[in-house]
């Protein structure tokens, strides 16, 4: 045995990771992460005294990036050839030895600033092999196409060539050699199994100097988005819409969403404009394939308890532990429900550095629902609204497939709806009968008009759906299809919409004179606190679930002690928060 208590028997810990995932009936995606030095690259530049060539990050000034000081930066250039080569073939490697378990459904790359599979922005990548690529590929500039040497030299024509008079040829070229090296390893990893797809996930942008400058909420500056992400290597027209085969393309383009409740809005004010920005939801909605990625940012708690105790007392860092913070209730569905509703996802991926805490039954219960979907588009069902159609808070689409025709409504409000369905269907003995895909039952009843028609019927229901719900039915008849709709909010949600504007207005005014607090009041709950939930938020939720306690001296402390008490008479996740102070 060992006395670090590792495992005496060698074990392929990712084969059992994919087994794992085979035996529960869920599709693995392993993600890769290239920000680290890479073997094979740190050998040819050990072998050469002069350098490799393309290999070494250089702006546009001819500075060479420090690995020691720019950390938000990759080690090498994502456009040099022998970078790119080194990173095919770890993933080739990969998918070589493991392409026999059928858990594996493909390959990611994070694509974050500090990794080689993303471009640093339009400062970085302008080494002398890169500019004569260029050059050489675009032999209408005329420019330098034969001796490196002379983009040195001349480094001043270079500069207006590149940052001025051809521009746009430059982005666009660098992000067609970063499309061609993706697409390569795309045909590459179906070359061993033809059902795997390679997934790109931009992470972590504003770590990017220009992508946070350009995404910073602002007042005077409008951003180009798509120019922006062209920056970063990746070009609208690479990932353009197909037409709806149905298949998924061999290189899908994921967008990222970034969950950290425990965040300052000043720290999140990138990925919040981004979240909100007309311009991403534009560029996201062009691509091949809709797809989401749930990022969510664990929060470090320390044990600090544990340094006073052998043998962690000996040590002087800190123990840390990551502390997740997954929503709960109606909430845990709101991200994907949200995103169901706006850009009809066709993938919903959670998770982030970590799996998921847990899974409550009513997430599970839409994860089962959104699972009977075909893998294809839906369509948009016309509504019976004034105003513009992307506003209102619930979707409702269908898709006619070979087997039937399905359909689903998304709400995505924190209010329940009730929504009236309008539905053709042909006369049969099996008229309005409909399959849902929940314990909810949907039912379809004839309507009495004035004109019928032959062979035709028209039906109504209603369903009713909670705060972020997702529904679906499906209806095996020919000619069943849902012609419009009409919804109805509870009476008291325009109330509780100004109810919650005024309380926020209310707190923006409190907070431009609001005194900071050097110490906390009452840390230890000894003074009799003016309402029963002094210094705790609960949201919305039942107070008589929440009391805070004293236990006289002698039971369980030396002293008088008061104590939170929190007692689920409802059987539904319950939180509470401290307020924030100052210390």
């Known amino acids: 045995h060992f006395s670090d208590g590792r495992d005496p028997v060698q074990k392929d810990v990712f084969e059992m990771l994919a087994r794992m995932f ?29 350098g490799v060539p393309g290999v070494g990050l250089v702006d546009f000034n001819q500075t060479r990036r420090d690995r020691s000081i720019l950390k938000s930066l990759p080690i090498y250039n994502p456009l040099g050839t022998s970078v790119q080569y080194a990173v095919s073939q770890v993933i080739e490697e990969f998918v070589q030895r493991y392409r026999s378990h059928s858990a594996i459904q493909g390959v990611g790359l994070v694509c974050r600033p500090d990794t080689v599979t993303l471009l640093p922005g339009r400062r970085w990548g302008y080494d002398a092999m890169t500019i004569g690529r260029f050059f050489q590929a675009t032999p209408e500039i005329g420019l330098f196409q034969d001796a490196k040497e002379s983009i040195q030299r001349d480094w001043q024509a270079t500069q207006r060539s590149l940052l001025d008079q051809h521009q746009d040829k430059w982005l666009h070229w660098r992000a067609d050699q970063m499309s061609s090296w993706y697409q ?22 504003f770590r990017n100097e220009q992508f946070a400058a350009a995404m910073s909420p602002s007042l005077h500056r409008s951003v180009d988005f798509q120019k922006l992400m062209l920056q ?47 311009q991403a939801d534009q560029f996201y909605s062009k691509l091949n394939y809709s797809s989401e990625l749930f990022q969510h940012r664990h929060a470090l708690a320390q044990f600090s308890q544990l340094h006073s105790s052998p043998p962690f007392s000996k040590q002087s860092d800190p123990i840390l532990r990551r502390q997740p913070a997954m929503p709960a209730g109606n909430e845990s569905r709101q991200r994907f429900v949200t995103m169901i509703r706006t850009r009809d996802s066709r993938q919903l991926i959670d998770g982030g550095e970590r799996f998921s805490a847990s899974i409550d039954a009513k997430l599970r219960q839409m994860f089962l629902i959104y699972r009977q979907f075909p893998d294809q588009p839906f369509k948009d069902v016309g509504v019976k609204w004034i105003g513009d159609q992307s506003m209102l808070p619930l979707a409702v689409r269908q898709l006619t497939a070979k087997d039937g025709t399905y359909f689903y409504l998304a709400n995505a409000s924190p209010w329940p709806i009730e929504v009236k369905l309008s539905v053709r269907d042909r006369a049969g003995s099996n008229v309005g009968n409909v399959t849902s895909m929940s314990t909810k039952p949907i039912q379809f009843a004839p309507l009495a008009t004035a004109q019928p028609q032959a062979n035709r019927v028209d039906l109504a229901g209603v369903v009713k759906l909670a705060p972020y719900e997702l529904v679906g039915g499906k209806s095996v008849n020919a000619g069943w299809a849902i012609t419009d709709f009409e919804l109805t909010l509870p009476a008291n949600s ?32 000894e003074v009799e606190p003016h309402s029963p939930l002094s210094g705790w938020q609960i949201g919305q939720q039942d107070v008589n679930q929440f009391e805070i306690k004293t236990s006289m001296a002698g039971s369980v402390f030396r002293e008088d002690r008061r104590y939170l008490h929190i007692q689920n008479n409802k059987n539904s996740p319950l939180w509470i928060r401290s307020n924030d102070f100052l210390v």
Not at 239 to 247: C, I, S, V
Not at 496 to 517: G, S, Y
């Open 22 to 50: 085979a035996r529960e009936g869920l599709s693995l995606v392993p993600m890769f992460s290239f920000d680290a030095p890479m073997p094979a690259v740190e050998a040819a530049l050990s072998r050469s005294q002069t």
């Open 184 to 205: 390569a390893m795309a045909n590459s990893i179906k070359t061993s199994r033809s059902d795997l797809t390679l997934y790109l996930a931009p992470t972590e942008m």
């Open 232 to 278: 970063m290597g990746f070009d609208l027209n690479s990932f353009r819409q197909l037409p709806e085969t149905g298949a998924i393309p061999d290189v899908v383009l994921l967008r990222s969403h970034r969950i950290a409740p425990d965040a300052s809005p000043a720290d999140e004010r990138v990925n919040h404009y981004l979240a909100t920005s007309n």
């Open 494 to 525: 325009d109330k509780d919409l100004r109810r919650q504007v005024f309380e926020l207005q209310a707190k923006l005014v409190a907070a431009q004179t609001a005194p900071a607090i050097e110490v906390l009041d009452n840390p230890r709950f």
